[in-house]
């Protein structure tokens, strides 16, 4: 079978599509022909060796993908020949807090990820694809909507009324952007792009700032609302913290997902203690919490945002167009022919 590595060294250079034997199930396994995979700025990171320098190598990347079901290890009945399956992030973080043993293991690194075209996995650690989605869209689930959802919902707490400042129009912005309208929410994006923040009020934005022409975006988007915006989707990391600190209302949240612009910062405390904000961190999610989207997407009828679709010999393009920060919503890898 064919899989994607990076081998030798770290960097687009070093990505080899090379032949490896196809794997079979064991007991309580099951076998996925993967259809598709998906983008996260983490596959890139892990391809450059900025997000985990010791990682072994070689290595197969990405951690989104979906799977048609063909074939069960002995025991396995929670799902079924024929059915198209997601794999979770982090095969055994199945429900409960996440702990260091819990996010251990991910796929995409260190596990090898779902750019094969057989992947063999628990079948407890596989979520059934809502079935209204192409394989493109169910690829994007696993990360960015998961992230979204467990940020917003799960340790969110979001409720219909609020406001969610959204940081860009990236896979998780876009998939935070749909859930916070999905659940009642009102939404302020931001970007550097007008083209993009009107593709953002088209799937629902209330209001946008084009934070390029507006540095001071953080305060312009508190004057948006009575006090302050209740929860920030925070994915820019060092160079945009202080803004969303300034959007922010007393008591509210900042969930901090990405580091786009680096994850160094010069940050006084004294905004978070003096306006009792939460500051979280959060990654990605449980299996449950991927089960709690996947019904709630499919109960109303959302769909994930897929920019493109690439091939797979057509990765390294996928991957600088990713860099490149062009995308609006999620870039996919076909696989299956």
Not at 132 to 138: G, K, P, Q, R, Y
Not at 249 to 278: C, H
């Amino acid at each position: 079978m064919r899989a994607v590595t990076v081998s030798g060294a770290f960097g687009l250079d070093h990505l080899r599509i090379e032949e490896r034997p196809e794997p079979e199930p064991g007991p309580g396994q099951v076998k996925l022909r993967m259809l598709a995979a998906s983008l996260n700025f983490r596959d890139l990171r892990m391809v450059l060796g900025q997000y985990n320098p010791k990682q072994p190598l070689p290595f197969v990347p990405c951690s989104d993908g979906v799977g048609e079901v063909i074939a069960l290890g002995a025991g396995v009945t929670r799902v079924k020949a024929g059915e198209r399956v997601c794999p979770i992030f982090a095969p055994g973080y199945r429900a409960g807090r996440p702990t260091r043993a819990r996010l251990r293991s991910t796929l995409g690194g260190p596990l090898d990820g779902t750019l094969v075209d057989y992947l063999v996995i628990d079948a407890e650690d596989v979520v059934p694809a809502p079935p209204h989605l192409t394989d493109a869209e169910a690829a994007s689930l696993p990360c960015a909507p998961v992230t979204a959802w467990n940020a917003l919902v799960e340790q969110g707490g979001l409720r219909p009324g609020d406001t969610v400042l959204v940081e860009g129009t990236g896979g998780v912005s876009i998939s935070a952007l749909q859930i916070a309208k999905l659940m009642g929410a009102r939404v302020i994006v931001t970007s550097s792009s007008d083209e993009k923040l009107e593709r953002a009020r088209a799937l629902g934005a209330d209001e946008t700032i084009n934070y390029a022409r507006d540095p001071g975006w953080g305060k312009t988007a508190r004057a948006m609302t009575d006090e302050g915006v209740d929860h920030v989707v925070e994915v820019g990391g060092g160079k945009t913290i202080g803004e969303a600190l300034r959007a922010v209302r007393v008591g509210g949240t900042i969930s901090v997902i990405g580091v786009l612009s680096g994850v160094a910062t010069d940050l006084s405390l004294l905004p978070i203690l003096m306006g009792n904000v939460r500051l979280q961190g959060v990654l990605v999610g449980s299996r449950e919490c991927f089960e709690g989207l996947a019904r709630a997407w499919t109960q109303g009828g959302v769909r994930p945002v897929v920019d493109r679709e690439f091939a797979l010999a057509d990765l390294r393009a996928a991957l600088e167009h990713l860099q490149a920060g062009a995308h609006f919503g999620k870039l996919a890898i076909r696989i299956a022919p």
